[in-house]
T-cell receptor, first 113, second 115 residues
Framework: GAGVSQTPSNKVTEKGKYVELRCDPI?????LYWYRQSLGQGPEFLIY????????DSGLPNDRFFAVRPEGSVSTLKIQRTERGDSAVYLC???????????FGPGTRLTVL | GDSVTQMEGPVTLSEEAFLTINCTYT??????LFWYVQYPGEGLQLLLK?????DKGSNKGFEATYRKETTSFHLEKGSVQVSDSAVYFC??????????????FGKGITLSVRP
């Protein structure tokens, strides 16, 4: 079956611009996670959705970052006034929640010039 | 907070060599432990996991045992192949509230296996 998909695969933007990154989870998965992976580092947790609600947004670095999941399926990570330090690979993962395995998408590589 | 420490890399081995990749952790609760692998050009995928002390996770010839007394989850394989070349991440989750199983990852280590 289809796995987690993320679009775009690459995004290049200029400092100060707004970007949206999309995640399509595996059908039926209620849990959705966003992570950020900087060069040479492991992924770092950003936000967790259970259904439509953001149950844990403790990993968002500041208020320029926001994510939604209005219908409990597709999620969009939104970054306002991008900075060069936001450059990273943004990963999405979905699962059935609890101790269930998280399945990762291929990621979106964001480059802020 | 929770953290995962992996040995420094990269690691280069000859085919059929024995592999050990060290991983230790600190956690506030009782964690589940994971190894994820990222093959060149592909996304992260689960390699194996263990959910309680003394459990052994295994997959594709890889093994790791959950050692609570040493807070470790070292990855081993008896005979590596060229196709094992990838980046390996150790990770943990402590389900704090509800169903949230956010993962905490180590930095990852790059393994290169030469023919």
């Amino acid at each position: 079956g289809a796995g987690v998909s993320q679009t775009p695969s690459n995004k290049v933007t200029e400092k100060g611009k707004y970007v949206e990154l999309r995640c399509d989870p595996i059908s039926g998965h209620t849990a959705l996670y966003w992570y950020r992976q900087s060069l040479g580092q492991g992924p770092e947790f950003l936000i967790y959705f259970q259904g439509t609600g953001a149950a844990d947004d403790s990993g968002l670095p500041n208020d320029r970052f926001f994510a939604v999941r209005p219908e409990g399926s597709v999620s969009t990570l939104k970054i306002q006034r991008t900075e060069r330090g936001d450059s990273a690979v943004y990963l999405c993962a979905s699962g059935r929640g609890g101790a269930d395995t998280q399945y990762f998408g291929p990621g979106t590589r964001l480059t802020v010039l | 907070g929770d953290s995962v420490t992996q040995m420094e890399g990269p690691v280069t081995l000859s085919e059929e060599a024995f592999l050990t990749i060290n991983c230790t952790y600190t956690a506030t609760g009782y964690p589940s432990l994971f190894w994820y692998v990222q093959y060149p050009g592909e996304g992260l995928q689960l390699l194996l996991k263990a959910t309680k002390a003394d459990d052994k996770g295994s997959n594709k010839g890889f093994e790791a045992t959950y050692r609570k007394e040493t807070t470790s989850f070292h990855l081993e394989k008896g005979s590596v192949q060229v196709s094992d070349s990838a980046v390996y991440f150790c990770a943990l989750t402590t389900r704090d509230t509800g169903a949230n199983s956010k993962l905490t990852f180590g930095k990852g280590i790059t393994l290169s296996v030469r023919p």
